[in-house]
């Protein structure tokens, strides 16, 4: 195949001259449609005849090639040029439309160029289609064909996983337990008790000490003891004498 030109395919460029805009009208947009740096205009046509001629654009119906006219207008937004090729003053073939919008000048697709768009666009999406489909087709020997969709694997991972209930220990785990914090109390005792909450940890050794009463105390309660018992024997006195029997 041969290599396309660029410069023959102009359904991808525009182009504006923006000091043109102010002044554009149905009168003044064939001037500025054959502005030299617009690359939609044939320097060869009939138009570039008559305008270095100085004539009218009525003389473009008694000549014989290429010319442009004015074939819609909508001002001050929107105008359309043919491009046409004319071969009486009763018989033209058109070649290319152009359109105007805002002072900027696109050439129109013609139908030919509409439907290879179009069905170039068709034909793409369907191969995207059918390349992602066979992205997901998985086969194994054992298994054969199936389908791994990623949207599976994303929500998995969105939804939260629920959270096991922890189930609560056995008879023989708290038993067990028991006894070993038994055991370890013993082998190491505390060494700070807390008799109150809000007051100050108080050593072991000082709470038995405060416990254990004082030896004097002990035998002064004694003594104490002794001679109450001994009172209470003297009030009553001495023990009376029975009479013996003969």
């Known amino acids: 195949m041969a290599a396309v030109d660029i410069r023959d395919n102009l359904l991808g460029i525009s182009w504006v001259d923006s ?31 008559v305008k270095m001629q ?27 040029i043919r491009k046409q090729q004319r071969q009486s003053p009763a018989q033209v073939i058109p070649l290319a439309d152009y359109y105007i919008i805002a002072g900027v000048i696109y050439q129109a697709p013609d139908l030919g160029s509409v439907i290879n768009s179009r069905v170039l666009t068709a034909v793409h999406g369907i191969q995207s289609a ?15 064909y199936w389908w791994h969709f990623k949207d599976h694997e994303e929500q998995d991972k969105v939804k939260p996983k629920a959270k096991r ?30 008799q109150k909450s809000g007051e100050k940890p108080v050593p072991v050794d ?41």
């Open 19 to 49: 000091s043109w805009i102010p002044i554009l009208n149905s009168g003044s947009v064939l001037d500025y449609f054959s502005e030299r740096s617009n690359p939609f205009y044939d320097r060869t046509c009939n138009n570039e005849v």
């Open 165 to 194: 209930k922890e189930e609560p220990s056995s008879i023989f785990q708290r038993q067990r337990v028991d006894a070993l914090l038994v055991d370890l109390r013993q082998k190491f005792p505390p060494k700070f008790v807390q």
């Open 54 to 80: 100085r004539l009218t654009l009525e003389h473009l119906n008694q000549m014989v090639g290429v010319e442009y006219i004015l074939l819609h207008a909508q001002e001050p937004i929107l105008f359309i």
């Open 206 to 246: 000082q709470t038995k000490k405060e416990a254990e009463p004082i030896p004097e105390t002990v035998k002064s309660e004694e003594k104490e003891t002794t001679k109450n018992i001994q009172q209470t024997v003297s009030v009553k006195g001495p023990p009376e004498k029975r009479m013996r029997l003969q």
């Open 130 to 144: 059918f390349d992602e489909a066979m992205s997901y087709c998985r086969y194994h020997p054992s298994k054969g």
